[in-house]
């Protein structure tokens, strides 16, 4: 299995920007794809994962950022709107076999992309 990040990039705060997750290989007993992110400094953070079970949102994205996929292309996206300078970090998709909002709870990582807000 691999995932393939991309969309990250610089946008001005209030702005907003489309990040795009492609799953390849054997993908087919997995249930659930999430983004996590990590700051400068921080550790990983938990964004949003979309399952057939529904969709989860931290509470510090919730209202601002929206994931949604595309079973044909195996492709999850994250929507990104009025994105703040906080939300400047390192993105990473993610999937694994549970809907979980905990890190480990997923097997396969994607490369990870920048995003940059500025104020």
């Known amino acids: 299995v691999q995932l393939q990040a991309s969309g990250g990039g610089l946008v001005r705060a209030g702005g907003s920007l489309r990040l795009s997750c492609a799953a390849s290989?054997?993908?087919?007993?997995?249930?659930?794809m999430a983004w996590f992110r990590q700051a400068p400094g921080k550790e990983h953070e938990f964004v949003a994962a979309?399952?057939?079970?529904?969709?989860l949102y931290s509470d510090s994205v919730r209202g601002r950022f929206t994931i949604s996929g595309d079973n044909a292309k195996n492709t999850v996206y994250l929507q990104m709107n009025s994105p703040k300078p906080e939300d400047t970090a390192v993105y990473f998709c993610a999937l694994g076999a549970a809907f979980s909002t905990v890190r480990a709870s997923y097997d396969y990582w994607g490369q990870g992309t920048l995003v940059t807000v500025s104020s």
């Open positions: 979309l399952s057939i079970s529904g969709i």
């Open positions: 290989g054997r993908i087919g007993s997995y249930y659930s």
